[in-house]
């Protein structure tokens, strides 16, 4: 593959030389841009990792009574997931039908909530918009990932959420199992 042959990359005669007098005498310009997206991506993963593990290892002990806000447009989910968090032991559940609906309900609470489920398909205001948000206030609940559609796209956004400093517990598709949600909060079941 040429460089040239990527399109949106703009690129300059004097970048052209920049990169061209970084190479090995045996390396090619393609090679060189793969290698350097490479290692990118493999410092944004240690570094995810390390902030994972930190925050792993800052995880709170809950004693007060547990908060959670859910975060999705489904009217049957905000149910079904409100019975379970309650079954569960949960004493505050909260609902918002869209991100920026879900960073009013936040901006209004006493305190931040321990636990946010996030939808990740949303109109208006999605999960992905929504992460970005509480990553810029570094909210430091746990952050659990829903989705009904595609498990690449709900990969990808809990990579992106970990990299941005947020701690993900797990990311699910559509419908999350009651076991599965007590797992992740450290509920039992």
Request: glycine letters at 6%; charged letters at 20%; one cysteine or more.
């Amino acid at each position: 593959m040429q460089l040239s042959s990527l399109p949106a990359i703009p690129i300059t005669a004097a970048l052209r030389a920049d990169i061209e007098s970084l190479l090995d005498s045996q390396e090619t310009l393609s090679e060189f841009v793969l290698t350097a997206v490479l290692e990118s991506l493999e410092r944004r993963r240690h570094a995810a990792a390390m902030r994972a593990e930190a925050a792993t290892q800052q995880q709170v002990a809950y004693t007060g009574p547990l908060r959670v806000l859910v975060v999705d447009d489904d009217d049957f989910s905000h149910t079904v997931l409100r019975e379970m968090l309650l079954s569960l032991g949960v004493a505050e559940v909260h609902t918002a039908r869209d991100g920026s609906t879900g960073a009013e309900v936040l901006a209004k609470m006493p305190a931040p909530p321990e636990f946010l489920i996030c939808d990740m398909i949303m109109p208006h205001t999605d999960g992905i918009d929504f992460l970005g948000h509480l990553a810029k206030m570094q909210y430091r609940g746990g952050v659990i990932l829903l989705s009904g559609g595609d498990s690449l796209m709900l990969s990808i956004a809990a990579e992106v959420a970990v990299s941005d400093g947020l701690r993900v517990l797990g990311s699910f598709s559509k419908p999350l199992q009651r076991a599965d949600l007590a797992d992740v909060m450290g509920l039992e079941h």
